[in-house]
């Protein structure tokens, strides 16, 4: 389990270092993180979208579709919902929060993530057992916590359902960003196992990751789980770049 109190020390040091000012200047109300007009600015995403995977389209279809991005591979996961997007002020924080050690910013990443889970495909279900997408040991050292992990112990402390470290990342891939939607895939295969002693058969999941791009990592986490004999595997993120 990770080291909570040290991220409480951080926090309370963030919180001295950072005084309630705005990454514009601006004045913060008391336990906010963003002031009213840059919060405003957090771009939801509205239908229509792939019920599959969330990617938003421009103009009007009414009927149901699948988008490109999950045209013609199997996507192992039954829906992954983002409720924002993850460009501009919600991308800044997204960021300041991994790579910035801005630990403190979780709770404003929650929030939006905490919405998905109104979406209609999600707010009806039960979810037995909240799963973060795991950090390769690695590159958690390097940035000293898991994203997904903090994310996931948040939104296990506002609903009933526990968070659990089921998944362990077993490759050390290279960065995602620069590689195409097959690239991606090939990169990922075989990069996450289920951890000893991790029992998963018949439970509904709630995977969780910070930001969604093409699918690929929640798909390829979604398929070890139901190999494993998880029931569903549906998945939230707070952002959908
Ligand atoms: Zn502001
Ligand atoms: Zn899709």
């Known amino acids: 389990m990770i080291a909570l109190h040290k991220f409480k020390l951080l926090e309370a040091a963030a919180s001295l270092l950072y005084p309630s000012v705005c990454m514009c200047g601006g004045s913060i109300r008391a336990g906010e993180y963003l002031c009213n007009q840059c919060e405003a600015k957090a771009v ?6 792939c019920h599959k995977c969330s990617e938003p389209f421009e103009g009007a279809i009414t009927s149901a579709f699948t988008c490109a991005n999950c045209a013609h591979r199997t996507i192992h996961f039954d829906a992954a919902v983002a ?15 991994k790579y910035g050690r801005q630990i403190h ?37 390097e940035r000293g ?32 960003t620069a590689l195409d939607r097959s690239e991606r895939m090939e990169n990922l ?21 910070d930001v969604l791009t093409t699918g690929s990592t929640l798909s ?7 190999r494993a004999g998880a029931l569903s595997v549906h998945a939230a993120t707070a952002a959908r770049a």
Not at 83 to 97: D, L
Not at 147 to 173: K, N, V
Not at 190 to 204: E, I, P, T
Not at 220 to 226: F, G, Q, T
């Open 44 to 49: 939801r995403i509205l239908p229509p979208f």
């Open 83 to 97: 409720a924002y997007r993850g460009r501009g002020i919600v991308r800044e924080i997204i960021h300041e929060f």
């Open 105 to 141: 910013l979780r709770h404003l990443v929650a929030r939006w993530l905490r919405a998905a889970l109104d979406d209609d495909r999600l707010c009806a279900l039960h979810f037995d057992v909240i799963v973060p997408v795991p950090l390769h040991p690695t590159r958690q050292r």
């Open 145 to 176: 916590f898991n994203q997904a992990s903090l994310l996931a112990e948040l939104l296990s402390a506002q609903t009933s359902s526990p968070a659990r470290p089921f998944l362990e990342r077993i490759r050390y891939t290279t960065t995602q």
């Open 189 to 209: 295969h075989n990069a996450f196992r289920l951890r000893k002693n991790a029992d998963v058969r018949g439970l509904r999941v709630l995977l969780i990751d």
């Open 220 to 226: 390829e986490c979604a398929r070890v789980l139901k």
